[in-house]
DNA sequence: TCAAACTTTCAATAATTTTTGAAAGTTTAT
DNA sequence: ATAAACTTTCAAAAATTATTGAAAGTTTGA
C-alpha cells in the first residue's frame, strides 16, 4: 500500500465510522483529511482533494469547528481561510466526548429523571416503567459522569487510567 | 406527568437518541416499549403501540434479536410468537458495547493497523499519516480492549470500576 | 395432506438526509 | 466608494435510508 492508498483508504474508512454513528460523511471525511494533513488546507483544497461541493465544505467545516475539533488559521499576507485540525488524539477524544455529552446524553437523562420520577400508581406497568427508566437513567448518570470526569482531566488521564483497568 | 404521556416520552426520546447514534428510530422504539413492558407482546401488540407495518416490525425485531437483546418466547398452546427484551441494564450495556466492538470498531482497528504500518519514505505528508493514523490506533485499540474486558466481566463490574473512577 | 395462523421477504414507495450551486453576504485593498 | 476575492446561505435536486404491504414461506393441528 502506497502513500495514496493508505491516504484514501483511512479517509474513506473514517468516512464511513462517521455514517455508522450518526455523522455525516463529509463531516468525516474533512476531518479525516485534516487530521492527516501536515498543512493548513484552504477550502479549495478541500473541495478538490474529497471532490464535494463549496456549500458542503462550507456547512461541514463550520460543524466540526462547533465541535471544536477544527480551527481556522489565516496565512498572513493571503486573503483566503485555511483550515487544521485538532491534532492531539487525546484532546479529539476529549472534545467529542464533551460535546456528545452536552448534546444528546444530558438532554436523555434529563427525560429519564423526569419519567421515572412519576408517581407510583401501584399497576404492574407504572412499576415497570419507573423501574426500568429508573435503571436506565443510573447507568447513564454514571456514564456521563466519568465522561465529564475524563473531559476535565489532564490530556493523558485517559491512557493511564484505561491502562490500569486493562491490566 | 401521567402513565401515558411518561410512556409515549420514554419511547420517542429513545427514538431519536437511536437516531443520533446511527440506529434506526423503529429499532430503538421497539426496544424502548418492550423494555417497560411487563409481559411479552406479540407482533401486532407492537405494530398497534407504534402504529408500524408488519414488515417493519418483523425486520426491526430480528435485527435486535441478532444484536442479542431481544429475546422470542412462545406461549404454551399460542400459536404466536411473543418478544421481551433484556431486562438487565448491565447487560443490556455489555451487549451493545460488544456488538459495537465487533462489528464497527474492530474492522475500523484493522485499518488503522494497516494504514498507520506503511513503509515510511520519509516525506512530510507520509510521516503525518503514519504519525496520525498510529495514534488513532493506539486510542482505538486501548478503548476497544477495555470494552471487551467489560464484556467479559461479570455484569456489576462496570459499576464497580465506574464508581472507583469517579469518587 | 390440507388449511389456518402466523412470519418473513422484498420490490415499490415514502421520508429523511445530504449535497449542490448560484445568489447573497462579507472583507479587504485601493 | 468600489471591486475583487473569498465565504455563507438556502432552495432545489439527488442520494440514501426507512417503511409499507402483499406475496411467498413456514409451522401446526386436525
Do not use: C
Not at 484514501?8 to 450518526?22: E, N, R
Not at 466540526?64 to 499576507?77: A, C, R, Y
Not at 448518570?141 to 475524563?150: E, F, P, W, Y
Amino acid at each position: 500500500m502506497n502513500y495514496t492508498e493508505a491516504k484514501d483508504k483511512f479517509i474513506s474508512t473514517w468516512g464511513a465510522l462517521g455514517t455508522l454513528w450518526g455523522i455525516n460523511k463529509a463531516m468525516a471525511q474533512i476531518h479525516a483529511l485534516l487530521w492527516i494533513s501536515p498543512e493548513p488546507l484552504s477550502m479549495e483544497d478541500i473541495m478538490e482533494e474529497l471532490q464535494i461541493s463549496r456549500g458542503n465544505t462550507s456547512m461541514n467545516l463550520r460543524q466540526l469547528m462547533d465541535w471544536g475539533i477544527v480551527f481556522k488559521e489565516s496565512k498572513p499576507g493571503e486573503r483566503k481561510e485555511y483550515f487544521v485540525s485538532e491534532k492531539d488524539v487525546q484532546e479529539l477524544a476529549r472534545q467529542v466526548a464533551k460535546e456528545r455529552s452536552r448534546r444528546e446524553i444530558k438532554p436523555v437523562i434529563k427525560v429519564l429523571r423526569e419519567v421515572s420520577g412519576i408517581e407510583d400508581d401501584g399497576t404492574k406497568k407504572t412499576d415497570e416503567l419507573i423501574k426500568q427508566t429508573k435503571a436506565l437513567y443510573e447507568l447513564a448518570d454514571s456514564a456521563d459522569t466519568m465522561m465529564n470526569k475524563v473531559v476535565n482531566q489532564e490530556s493523558n488521564w485517559i491512557t493511564k487510567t484505561l491502562m490500569k483497568l486493562i491490566k
